[in-house]
């Protein structure tokens, strides 16, 4: 089975050595009148469009690719030996089959224009149905990020893929993230992926090779998700039989033609055939759990704001649902979907990125251990959630104490073997952006936004290590540096005792979670590079950039500045050089965070043996 696709994403790239074949132009009369969409999974999640591609087009691109295959991988495997098996990456949908990938907007622009997928797409804008206008809170077109209120379809990505799936090979349950490309329109992002299928059952000797997607909440092998898709395998021979199917049909040209069936959770199967167009709404769900108290509430808020959130779900035990349909009527992208008690698994169902700031906020007198133990069993149900529901998602924790609730996120993802270091994260950035600004207060010299401070070690009160002596253009005395360090360090305690008992610093780390988390959405969703800021990580997200230090100190996570990437963490940066002040701050944080993350962990391994 043969299909092309323009979805991105995050593996290898290869280049087409051929030029591809030139398509034709659709071709509709009233004898011959064009096909209508269909909604499989919807409204408007997964729609099909039968006929997109003439049999002329199919078949001239079927003998392109076989060409490019046997070029690009057929020639370079010894045919005296087995084929190589594909080896599942953790983080990454296990796939065995063939591809071949290129960068091409004439190729993109043929589609579009000359194939006539942009007429296809404006009849999909304006469907009464289906259409933006009706389905509240979905958006069904790529736009501008500049035009939030009226966005338009403006064309296809220029990343191009075509797949060759022989007997036995599949593409595992995955889901599809939104890109952001520049283009003559300004700064574009995607929302659908296209995929057109080359060949089916009925006209060549194929069987299986369905798509299938899952509606969200469902329980199901391969993955559900409410924007996953999996390839099932291809096979020749008799197929396994289906119980319990409704087929959904098209009516187009007055025929009724099977083009896929529902599974008996609820699930859609999508059946390959020759020419079939299939758009799916791409899986940028974001999750924020504690989504309704003093940090989740400006959070929420923040981040309904962003424009690469589609799916923003709020979680809480108490009063979810209502700041749910708050910020559902701001006009922003993201739809937003309230999540009470009992709706936790619901919440979480393969999220791409989970924002925990829930638990109970520091009180005056209240030391970081006595939050610890309220806070600890709230953090590790919330993991079992993750492990339970979204496994693959970047993990960002604010809950307090970081020290340890990071290393209690981890210690459980470890226990189900899902922990993939570069993707849990403790949000420490309210330490730089306290320092950037107590060190404008201090001396006027600085732009507070525009100087960055960097922080390194932990969260929490000694083990705030801030680098003062990188501030371009400033020194500070002695006794200078005694003041400002124990303002940074001690910057929550200053606000606990300004609220009287009523809380803790909750909208400033709303703002410094914010900053965060999409300087982590620019990597992972986005594809920006070079975006780095200092977060408290597990030190093995990068093994060898940290291996002198881990070695030196004997632990195993630490804040410093990191770089991320498509995958989470890209590379942890080396320390900066420390002055002696520094150094000896450095030295008092150091036997503090081994007890801050020997806690965490204890906690986990004494709950395990309940």
């Known amino acids: 089975m043969e299909t092309c696709d323009t979805h991105i994403n995050e ?10 074949p030139r398509l034709s132009s659709p071709s509709y009369s009233p004898s011959r009148p064009a096909p209508r969409w269909v909604s499989v999974l919807g409204p408007s999640q997964v729609l099909v469009f039968p006929n997109f591609f003439s049999v002329q087009d199919t078949n001239a691109l079927i003998e392109y690719i ?20 594909a080896v599942p990456r953790p983080g990454y949908a296990f796939r065995d089959n063939d591809r071949i990938q290129f960068q091409s907007e004439e190729f993109a622009s043929m589609l579009w224009n000359k194939c006539g997928f942009r007429d296809r797409w404006t009849e999909l804008w304006q469907h009464p149905k289906w259409g933006l206008e009706s389905v509240q809170g979905e958006s069904i077109t790529s736009g501008t990020r500049n035009n939030r209120r009226v966005r338009h379809a403006v064309g296809l990505s220029r990343n191009i893929r075509f797949y060759r799936y022989q007997k036995g090979q599949s593409f595992g349950a995955h889901y599809d993230e939104s890109v952001i490309e520049t283009t003559e329109e300004g700064e574009t992002i995607s929302e659908y992926t296209v995929l057109i299928y080359l060949n089916g059952e009925r006209d060549s000797d194929l069987l299986g090779g369905e798509t299938v997607f899952y509606p969200k909440g469902k329980k199901a092998v391969p993955a559900t998700s409410n924007n996953s898709s999996s390839g099932k395998q291809t096979k020749k021979g008799a197929k396994a039989s289906k119980t319990s199917i409704e087929p959904i049909t098209s009516d187009s040209n007055n025929s009724s033609t099977s083009l896929s069936y529902i599974l008996p959770n609820g699930g859609v199967a999508v059946k390959p055939e020759r020419g079939l167009l299939l758009v799916h709404k791409h899986g940028d769900e974001f999750v924020i759990c504690g989504a309704a108290g003093g940090i989740g509430q400006p959070l929420s808020l923040l981040l309904k704001q962003s424009d690469l959130i589609t799916h923003l779900a709020l979680y809480d035990v108490v009063n979810a649902p209502g700041v749910a349909a708050d910020l559902s ?53 919330l993991a079992e959630g993750v492990v339970k529901n979204c496994p693959n998602a970047y993990v960002l924790v604010i809950s307090n104490p970081v020290n340890s609730t990071v290393p209690i996120v981890c210690e459980v993802l470890k226990k189900h073997g899902v922990f993939n270091p570069k993707k849990v994260f403790g949000i420490s950035t309210l330490d730089v952006v306290r320092s950037s600004r107590f060190a404008y207060e201090f ?59 009523a809380g803790s610093a909750t909208l ?69 050089t420390l002055s002696a002040y520094e150094q000896g701050l450095l030295d008092i944080a150091v036997p503090e965070l081994k007890v801050n993350i020997s806690k965490g962990v204890a906690f986990v391994k004494d709950s395990s043996k309940i």
């Open 329 to 381: 009527h701001i006009n922003t992208r993201s739809k937003v979907t309230g999540h009470g008690k009992e709706g936790m698994d619901e919440a979480l169902k393969d999220a791409h990125t989970v924002v925990i700031p829930a638990g109970v906020p520091r009180k005056p007198g209240m030391t970081r251990d006595d939050l610890f133990k309220i806070n600890a069993g709230i953090i590790r149900d």
């Open 508 to 576: 400033s780390m709303a703002y410094a979670g914010a900053r965060f988390t999409n300087a982590v959405l620019r990597a992972t969703v986005a594809g920006e590079t070079g975006i780095i800021e200092s977060t408290y990580v597990n030190l093995l997200a990068d093994p060898e950039h940290t291996a002198d230090f881990r070695a030196k100190t004997q632990l195993e996570y630490f804040a410093q500045d990191v770089e991320f990437g498509r995958e989470g963490v890209s590379k942890i940066l080396e320390l900066p």
């Open 66 to 85: 076989q060409q490019e295959m046997k070029v690009q991988i057929d020639d370079k495997i010894d045919p005296t030996k087995p084929r190589p098996r």
């Open 11 to 20: 593996d290898e790239e290869s280049t087409s050595f051929l030029n591809w």
């Open 443 to 501: 001396s006027n010299a600085i732009d507070p936004q525009a100087t960055r401070v960097t922080v390194i070690g932990g969260h929490s009160g000694v083990t705030i290590v801030p680098i003062l002596s990188k501030i371009p253009g400033q020194s500070f005395t002695k006794e200078q540096l005694d003041t400002l360090t124990h303002r940074i360090q001690f910057g929550g305690d200053e606000v606990v005792k300004a609220k009287d008992g």
